[in-house]
């Protein structure tokens, strides 16, 4: 047929779904109507059978894909792979005609799935576990290329390295951005259960639905889940970047319309990293706070209104389980909380306090700037921890220092409440 040839495939199918109402229709009477029925209805299967072959070369010739020989992959060698795209506005209509015949005749789901499973094994995967992959967009005038290089790891070498989300994320970028291409402005046409009416569905979409639960499990399993700070210092700032570009990265999936209403969003996902990192700094708050709680009362330390924390702070004093003076950014940040708290305040008095004391205040204002630093819900997991820290300490100092603390509880008392007017100034 010669539609077919010129790629009018929507009408070709319009064609051969009134040809086969009519043979369906007609009455065979006797053996001549019967060899004749047989006839057209082969000749019906054989344009069908065209007209798939030809939507097939067509989808092909839109997106063409060169891929690695797997059967000759070389350990030393790099592994190619590229996506071509047909940007010219003709193939644009050719695209819009293939993919509403394919849905129509419902094979569209079969290339869009295929064509996601090469997205994740040529773009995805390599990207996520080698952190030397390279990206390569070429744009000309008619169409467009993305090339994928993966720098395969030598043999015998070190254990792999986890690729961050920070390099992971832009370059996934760029080939969703490159995805989005040939896809855009078209729409796919679906009529309504039980209504004349139809109803329009982005093709982008139809991507969307069939890559991005599994695009995100593979993120979060082989990125997010092991991007958990392990309790370092910096971890937390570190922590927040992580968060910022998940959300960077959501976001771009949403504008280009990639990502579906009706499933967990990425950032659903990384709400469990962060529900992982926040019980594991809570419980190393409330270790290290138990381990203040039982150091050696007798250890004191000088403190004063222009020394909160005492003067031997910045020069090696011991702060809640670690050796070694404050750091400049913590001890500003307690002068802070304290040029910012409430007029009328308690005064600190000019005495010696208990090490272990001052260095539970010490965590408390520490706990309380990553609290301020982090996102709202961490924000308020570690409100909570901070709470259980000093409830720790009024179960802990009475038993595990009972005798001691009939000296040194008044000082004590004193000491934490003129910080404690600080915290609650921030809350």
């Known amino acids: 047929m ?48 065209q007209l798939l072959f030809q939507m097939s070369e067509a989808w092909n010739d839109l997106l063409k894909w060169t891929l690695p020989d797997d059967s000759k992959r070389n350990a030393n060698k790099p592994r190619t792979a590229a996506l071509e795209i047909d940007e010219r506005e003709e193939s644009r209509t050719v695209m819009a005609q293939t993919a509403q015949a ?5 094979m569209l789901h079969t290339r869009l799935k295929l064509l996601c499973d090469r997205v994740m094994s040529y773009f995805v995967e390599c990207i996520v576990q080698e952190r030397n992959t390279l990206i390569q967009v070429v744009t000309e005038e008619s169409h467009s290329v993305l090339c994928v290089v993966q720098c395969l790891q030598q043999a015998g070498a070190a254990k792999p390295v986890i690729v961050p989300p920070g390099e992971v994320f832009p370059k996934l970028e760029q080939v969703f951005l490159f995805l989005h291409k040939p896809f855009c402005e078209i729409s ?35 990125s997010l889940s092991h991007a958990i700070p392990q309790g370092e210092r910096g971890d937390w700032d570190s922590f927040n970047e992580v968060v910022s570009v998940t959300e960077k990265f959501q976001e771009l999936l949403m504008s280009l319309d990639f990502m579906p209403t009706d499933q967990s969003s990425l950032m659903d996902y990384f709400n469990n990293v962060n529900s992982l990192f926040v019980n594991m700094k809570s419980q190393e708050i409330l270790r290290t ?5 039982t150091g050696d009362l007798h250890t004191l330390t000088l403190v004063s209104t222009k020394h909160p924390v005492g003067q031997d702070a910045r020069q090696g004093a011991v702060s809640h389980g670690h050796t070694g003076g404050l750091s400049p950014s913590l001890l500003d940040f307690i002068n802070s909380c304290r040029a910012e708290g409430p007029p009328g305040r308690s005064v600190i008095p000019h005495c010696r306090i208990s090490v272990p004391v001052r260095s539970l205040i010490c965590l408390a204002y520490d706990t309380l700037r990553d609290a301020v630093s982090g996102s709202f819900d961490c924000a308020i997991h570690l409100s909570y921890s901070l709470h259980n820290v000093f409830q720790l300490f009024c179960d802990v100092i009475p038993n595990y220092h009972k005798a001691r603390l009939k000296k040194n509880s008044l000082l004590a008392g004193w000491y934490l409440v003129t910080h404690l007017h600080n915290f609650f100034s921030l809350v």
């Open 289 to 293: 706070a138990h381990q203040i709680l």
């Open 188 to 222: 796919l046409y679906e009529s309504v259960e039980g209504k004349s009416e139809q109803k329009t569905i982005p093709l982008v979409q139809k991507v969307g639905k069939c890559i991005c639960k599994r695009l995100f499990d593979y993120i979060f399993n082989q």
């Open 2 to 49: 010669e539609a077919i040839k010129q790629r009018h495939f929507l009408d070709v199918i319009d064609h051969l779904d009134t040809t086969q109402g009519l043979l369906q229709d007609v009455e065979v009477n006797d053996d001549l109507d019967l060899t004749v029925h047989k006839v057209l209805r082969t000749e019906l299967c054989l344009q069908r059978e």
């Open 102 to 106: 394919m849905h129509e005749m419902n």
